[in-house]
């Protein structure tokens, strides 16, 4: 089995692993601080493998629509989350995601999308 199948398989195996305990434990859009702390690690890092997968489909997409003259579909979150997260591996955006809510205890309750958005991306700043 060659590097690629072997990779795939693997994570194949990590996603719907962390998928179905995730559904369990409400990762989801509504997952929050509490939600993420309580996960686990391989949850974690599956969760955010498949953020980091559905960002390359959508960048090797708009390869495609750039030869065919068609509008962006790289949405702000995803520009910047590479922006950012070019050089980290899924480990270090798992810390970064971790660190964010250990650092502030009273945001907790602040959900994963808002916290990744206007905390640890801040394309505001």
Sequence with gaps: ???????????????VAGTAQAQE??????I?????????????LAFVEGIKYAIAIEFEIEKVRQKENKPSIISPFEQTWVKKFSNYTTS???HEIDKFYKESPERLNVSLGRALW????????
Excluded: C
């Design 1 to 15: 089995m060659n590097k690629l199948a072997a990779f795939l398989s693997v994570f194949a195996f990590l996603l």
């Design 32 to 44: 929050n601080g509490t939600d993420w702390m309580a996960t686990a690690q391989v949850e974690k």
């Design 25 to 30: 434990n409400r990762l989801s859009s509504t």
């Design 92 to 94: 270090q955006i798992v």
């Design 118 to 125: 206007y905390e640890i991306l801040n394309p505001q700043k």
